[in-house]
């Protein structure tokens, strides 16, 4: 008996099988519950973090360069080793180095705890700072 099956007929199946488990997984995916690991964080841009203006009134773009500038973030999640930082809390972090990642059709950004300078919320005593947001 001869095997007349056509070896780019089965590669192309593989391919589609692949592509249908792979999509399958993806949608799987996007509906579990998403925990935090460590000591990290899971925030989401605040929205004038990509435009601000100037004193002036003047519109500046995100993608325009300001030096070595710091972006406020809210947090959406943490980690079981998160010590300082809770959920809805405002976080200051470098924004340089980011690690974003697409939950279900929202970007949010990875953080570690080290990796942020400051935290503001309503639960920290009054006059720690001096700063009021």
């Known amino acids: 008996m001869t095997?007349?099956?056509?070896?780019?007929e089965t590669?192309?199946?593989?391919?589609?099988?692949?592509?249908?488990?792979a999509n399958r997984s993806i949608e799987h995916a996007e509906r579990l519950p998403?925990?935090?690991?460590n000591d990290r964080i899971l925030v989401k841009l605040d929205a004038d973090a990509e435009e601000r203006r100037s004193s002036g009134g003047i519109l500046i773009?995100?993608?325009?360069?300001m030096g070595?500038?710091?972006?406020?973030?809210e947090v959406r999640a943490v980690g079981p080793n998160v010590r300082a930082v809770q959920e809805q809390d405002h976080?200051?972090?470098?924004?340089e180095e980011l690690y974003e990642v697409e939950v279900r059709g929202q970007t949010f950004v990875?953080?570690?705890?080290?990796?942020?300078?400051?935290?503001?919320?309503?639960?920290?005593?009054?006059?720690?700072t001096g700063l009021y947001l």
Request: glycine share 2%; no cysteine.
């Open 3 to 8: 095997d007349t099956t056509d070896p780019t």
């Open 11 to 21: 590669v192309e199946n593989a391919e589609a099988v692949s592509k249908a488990t």
């Open 34 to 37: 998403v925990r935090m690991l």
């Open 61 to 65: 773009p995100a993608t325009a360069q």
């Open 68 to 73: 070595k500038r710091l972006t406020w973030a």
């Open 91 to 95: 976080v200051l972090f470098n924004s």
């Open 110 to 128: 990875i953080l570690r705890e080290r990796d942020i300078h400051a935290v503001a919320a309503e639960r920290l005593e009054e006059g720690h």
